[in-house]
């Protein structure tokens, strides 16, 4: 159950071709090829860019050398309650 036979590839085929048409099968393999080639153009620049980013990263000062953040820190004011524990008039 888990590969197709010859008989599922041709039927599979068929109807590819009777929804998309003789004329425009080769247009359509021929953009399949350009977007496969844009594709692997794209993941082999990626590769390229880490592997220099990755050459590059020792250049830079280790993390113990980098200047301290100061010691304070932000506060954050708390919101107040709209309801305070106020005794009620009757």
């Known amino acids: ?3 197709l036979s010859i008989w599922h ?3 599979i085929a068929a109807v590819f071709v009777m929804f998309f048409g003789a004329k425009r099968m080769p ?5 399949l090829g350009r977007s496969l080639r844009i594709f ?3 993941v082999s ?9 990755a050459s590059a990263a020792p250049a830079q000062q280790p ?3 980098l200047p301290q953040a100061s010691a ?7 919101p ?9 008039s009757l």
Do not use: Y
Request: glycine share 2%; proline share 5%.
């Open 27 to 31: 247009d359509a393999a021929r953009s």
């Open 45 to 53: 620049q990626m590769q390229n860019e880490s592997s220099a980013q």
């Open 9 to 11: 590839w041709l039927i």
């Open 80 to 88: 107040q309650a709209e309801h305070q524990a106020q005794p009620k």
């Open 63 to 65: 993390a113990a050398e």
């Open 1 to 3: 159950m888990g590969s």
């Open 72 to 78: 304070v820190q932000p506060t954050v004011a708390q």
């Open 40 to 42: 692997k153009s794209e």
